[in-house]
Protein backbone atom coordinates (compact mmCIF):
# COMPACT_ATOMS: atom_id res chain seq x y z
CA UNK A 1 0.00 0.00 0.00
CA UNK A 2 1.01 3.72 -0.42
CA UNK A 3 2.86 5.21 2.39
CA UNK A 4 4.10 8.46 3.07
CA UNK A 5 6.80 9.24 5.77
CA UNK A 6 7.74 12.77 5.94
CA UNK A 7 10.49 14.03 8.31
CA UNK A 8 13.12 16.95 9.61
CA UNK A 9 10.78 19.30 11.02
CA UNK A 10 11.45 21.17 14.10
CA UNK A 11 11.94 24.48 15.69
CA UNK A 12 13.95 27.22 14.58
CA UNK A 13 14.75 31.17 14.64
CA UNK A 14 13.59 33.04 12.11
CA UNK A 15 15.83 33.47 8.96
CA UNK A 16 16.82 29.88 9.71
CA UNK A 17 16.43 27.17 7.23
CA UNK A 18 15.07 23.41 7.47
CA UNK A 19 15.09 20.39 5.28
CA UNK A 20 11.96 18.20 5.03
CA UNK A 21 12.07 14.72 3.99
CA UNK A 22 9.24 12.31 2.48
CA UNK A 23 10.17 9.29 1.79
CA UNK A 24 7.35 7.06 -0.34
CA UNK A 25 6.84 3.61 -1.17
CA UNK A 26 3.80 1.25 -2.21
CA UNK A 27 4.10 2.29 -5.44
CA UNK A 28 5.91 3.37 -8.53
CA UNK A 29 7.29 6.84 -7.30
CA UNK A 30 9.13 8.04 -10.18
CA UNK A 31 5.60 7.79 -12.55
CA UNK A 32 4.17 10.51 -9.84
CA UNK A 33 4.18 13.98 -9.14
CA UNK A 34 4.30 14.76 -5.37
CA UNK A 35 3.54 17.97 -3.21
CA UNK A 36 4.12 19.80 0.23
CA UNK A 37 0.99 21.09 1.97
CA UNK A 38 0.98 22.86 5.11
CA UNK A 39 -1.48 23.14 7.81
CA UNK A 40 -1.43 26.29 10.42
CA UNK A 41 -3.76 25.94 13.15
CA UNK A 42 -7.40 28.11 12.46
CA UNK A 43 -6.63 27.75 8.80
CA UNK A 44 -6.83 25.83 5.42
CA UNK A 45 -4.45 23.38 4.22
CA UNK A 46 -2.36 25.12 1.35
CA UNK A 47 -0.44 23.67 -1.38
CA UNK A 48 3.30 24.75 -0.71
CA UNK A 49 5.30 23.18 -3.38
CA UNK A 50 4.54 20.20 -6.21
CA UNK A 51 6.93 18.60 -8.10
CA UNK A 52 6.25 16.44 -11.04
CA UNK A 53 7.29 13.03 -12.32
CA UNK A 54 9.53 15.04 -14.98
CA UNK A 55 10.72 17.42 -12.08
CA UNK A 56 8.88 20.45 -13.18
CA UNK A 57 8.14 22.23 -10.07
CA UNK A 58 5.43 24.91 -8.43
CA UNK A 59 5.40 27.20 -5.70
CA UNK A 60 2.83 29.03 -3.74
CA UNK A 61 3.05 32.80 -3.70
CA UNK A 62 3.91 32.71 -0.33
CA UNK A 63 7.31 30.88 -0.31
CA UNK A 64 8.59 31.47 -4.09
CA UNK A 65 12.33 32.64 -3.89
CA UNK A 66 12.70 31.23 0.02
CA UNK A 67 11.83 27.07 -0.41
CA UNK A 68 12.72 24.48 -3.12
CA UNK A 69 11.22 21.24 -3.86
CA UNK A 70 13.71 18.45 -5.47
CA UNK A 71 12.86 14.82 -5.91
CA UNK A 72 15.40 11.71 -5.66
CA UNK A 73 14.03 8.84 -7.76
CA UNK A 74 16.34 6.26 -6.38
CA UNK A 75 15.64 6.93 -3.20
CA UNK A 76 12.00 7.55 -3.57
CA UNK A 77 12.26 10.68 -1.81
CA UNK A 78 10.74 14.29 -2.32
CA UNK A 79 11.94 17.24 -0.05
CA UNK A 80 11.77 20.65 0.99
CA UNK A 81 14.23 22.80 1.30
CA UNK A 82 13.34 25.60 3.15
CA UNK A 83 15.12 28.95 3.75
CA UNK A 84 14.93 32.34 5.03
CA UNK A 85 11.96 30.97 7.72
CA UNK A 86 9.78 33.18 8.96
CA UNK A 87 7.33 32.96 12.03
CA UNK A 88 4.24 32.85 10.09
CA UNK A 89 5.79 29.41 7.99
CA UNK A 90 4.92 27.54 10.97
CA UNK A 91 2.80 24.84 10.54
CA UNK A 92 2.54 20.83 9.73
CA UNK A 93 3.88 20.08 6.83
CA UNK A 94 2.04 17.49 4.62
CA UNK A 95 3.22 15.50 2.06
CA UNK A 96 1.02 14.07 -0.68
CA UNK A 97 0.79 12.45 -3.75
CA UNK A 98 -2.53 11.46 -5.92
CA UNK A 99 -2.30 7.63 -7.25
CA UNK A 100 -5.51 6.13 -9.58
CA UNK A 101 -7.15 9.20 -8.17
CA UNK A 102 -6.88 8.33 -4.47
CA UNK A 103 -5.21 11.20 -2.04
CA UNK A 104 -2.66 9.77 -0.16
CA UNK A 105 -0.67 12.27 2.88
CA UNK A 106 1.67 11.15 5.27
CA UNK A 107 1.41 12.14 8.95
CA UNK A 108 3.30 15.34 8.78
CA UNK A 109 6.02 16.94 10.41
CA UNK A 110 5.98 19.88 12.39
CA UNK A 111 7.79 23.21 11.65
CA UNK A 112 7.93 25.74 14.30
CA UNK A 113 9.41 29.49 13.47
CA UNK A 114 9.73 31.95 16.48
CA UNK A 115 10.62 35.23 15.81
Known amino acids: QVQLVESGGGSVQAGGSLRLSCAAS????????MNWYRQAPGKQRELVAS???????NYGDSVKGRFTISRDNAKKTVYLQMNSLKPEDTAVYLC?????????WGQGTQVTVSS
Open 96 to 104: NVNVFNRAY
Open 26 to 33: GYTFSAYG
Open 51 to 57: ISAGAGT
